[in-house]
């Protein structure tokens, strides 16, 4: 049974998140989104099934966020994960954004370039594309 879902801003795929924590991804790839490593240029993607994101094997999942070319999944240690295209911040092995370890994540949210976490401390971490303001620092005029 599905527990939890999420759709990417241009509706080209979509994280389903199953009653005992796995996550499963469903659409087209373009990007990493589905969190499959590939070592050579993607071919012209073609949308898939719903399959089991083998990354996450291991990992209990709790909810996800996508945008257009990316998926973000919170786990119920506390951790972040992300894949595609705003996966700078995450270590390129695991897809674990490193830098916020050491804190608990419970609400994930995905902007159009930018992402935004909430941790148990009720602390808000953003990064991304901070063009306009949207990751609530200052930016150049």
Do not use: W
């Not at 990417?8 to 087209?28: I, K, N, R, W």
């Not at 969190?35 to 949308?47: E, F, I, L, N």
């Amino acid at each position: 049974n599905i527990t939890h879902f999420s759709v990417g801003h241009d509706g080209l795929h979509a994280l389903l998140v199953g009653e005992d924590g796995s996550v499963y991804f469903t659409g087209t790839s373009k990007r990493g989104e589905d969190a499959d490593h590939q070592s050579k240029p993607r071919r012209q993607p073609k949308p898939s099934k719903p399959k089991k994101m083998g990354r996450m094997e291991g990992h209990q999942v709790v909810t996800t966020a996508c945008n257009s070319g990316t998926s973000c999944i919170v786990t119920k240690k506390g951790e972040l994960f992300v894949f595609g295209k705003d996966s700078s911040h995450a270590d390129f092995t695991s897809g674990q954004v490193t830098d916020l370890n050491g804190q608990v994540i419970t609400q994930v949210a995905a902007g159009k370039a930018h992402i935004v976490a909430l941790s148990t401390n009720h602390e808000v971490f953003t990064f991304g594309m901070n063009n306009k303001g949207q990751c609530g620092r200052e930016f150049p005029p």
